[in-house]
T-cell receptor
């Protein structure tokens, strides 16, 4: 069975500061890992994903995430926050069997001017 | 670009009404999903379908049913709406068979209020 834990339901950063959103997963098989972003009153949009290969994955809008198998983590980072980054972020895991994605409960990012 | 559309952005219904939420995708995806999203609970899977006329229960199917008569369309039905079904409903689609690394693509969501 898979599950996803996002530490911190609310994160606030100053504009220009580092963004770090945490995601840990549990999976009995090698997972596929995803980060999605949701802007107010919109659906979810893919930021980036890890399937195989390089463990540091770059996504849209300057975000990146690193898959660390030993820590079962897939934390999302961005070197310098922008006001437009304010949104809800979801980590998700999908196994290499089955059809389902398993989502974390989300982290709401606030960017302070 | 993959496009997933949902029939309504906002809906207001009364308790006991039958409610239909429609979702259409234009990329010939095999898999389609219905989630509900509530504050603090993230996304919870209601039902998914991996082929026409095929459906599987997700984590919270109670009070819901689904229909997939055509590959591009996946409908969520609330047989008798209740106030605890007030929520944001998100439809998603994905290419491929089980166990693929494909991305799920989401519609814009339907915000349902049941009075």
């Amino acid at each position: 069975a898979q599950s996803v834990t996002q530490l911190g339901s609310h994160v606030s950063v100053s504009e220009g500061a580092l963004v770090l959103l945490r995601c840990n997963y549990s999976s009995s098989v090698p997972p596929y890992l995803f980060w999605y972003v949701q802007y107010p009153n919109q659906g979810l949009q893919l930021l980036l994903k890890y399937t195989t290969g390089a463990t540091l994955v770059k996504g849209i809008n300057g975000f990146e995430a690193e898959f660390k198998k030993s820590e079962t983590s897939f934390h999302l980072t961005k070197p310098s926050a922008h006001m437009s980054d304010a949104a809800e972020y979801f980590c998700a895991v999908s196994s290499n069997t089955g059809n389902q994605f398993y989502f974390g409960t989300g982290t709401s990012l606030t960017v302070i001017p | 670009d993959v496009k997933v559309t949902q029939s309504s952005r906002y809906l207001v219904k009364r308790t006991g009404e039958k409610v239909f939420l429609e979702c259409v995708q234009d990329m010939d995806h095999e898999n389609m999903f219905w989630y509900r999203q509530d504050p603090g609970l993230g996304l919870r899977l209601i039902y998914f379908s991996y082929d026409v006329k095929m459906k599987e229960k997700g984590d919270i199917p109670e009070g819901y049913s689904v229909s997939r008569e055509k590959k591009e369309r996946f409908s969520l039905i609330l047989e008798s709406a209740s106030t605890n079904q007030t929520s944001m409903y998100l439809c998603a689609s994905r290419r491929g068979l089980a166990g693929t690394r494909e991305t799920q693509y989401f519609g814009p969501g339907t915000r349902l209020l049941v009075l």
